[in-house]
């Protein structure tokens, strides 16, 4: 028998909470555990809860309900109760990718200098927020995303909050 060690996420960076599911530092290695156990859907839209810089990620994801292929399953012999088509869920474009960039210095989250960092997948009010307080060249940035899945619409919220050294407001792109 084949044997693995398994990695054992650190206690103090993914804390215990009555209504969510935190992560308080950033680890490459936990991304598609993460993206799974942080994923926001409604019935309708789910996304998977990778960054939204668009990377790093195991297997980004963002899917509509009944949005699928189709293809006609094949039996050597007929039987009743045996399926007729075969069904899919397709992967739609990533509608929440955010770019942020400070002083024509991009974002990306594992070569950033984070001060602090928390993530949070809130059950009760079923939101994914994430608070980064990062340092650059251009001074520090603090900002704040919450996604949201509600009904029929998702929603977005990024909030920046600038230290005085930043003498350009950051830019942000969609897409």
Partial sequence: MIRH?????PSRDYPADEW???EKAFHPEFLAQLETMLAVGNGYLGMRGGPEEGGPNAEN???INGFHE???IVYGEDAYGFARTGQTI???TDSKI???FVDDEPFWLPQAKLLSYDRRLNMKSGTLDREIDRHSEAGAL?????MRAIREEAAQRLREELDRRVHDPPRRGFG
């Fill in 20 to 22: 969510s599911v935190v």
């Fill in 142 to 146: 603090e900002f704040e995303n919450r």
């Fill in 61 to 63: 994801g963002t899917f």
């Fill in 98 to 100: 955010i770019k942020l």
């Fill in 5 to 9: 060690e398994r990695l054992r996420p």
């Fill in 90 to 92: 397709c992967n739609v």
């Fill in 70 to 72: 189709t293809w006609p």
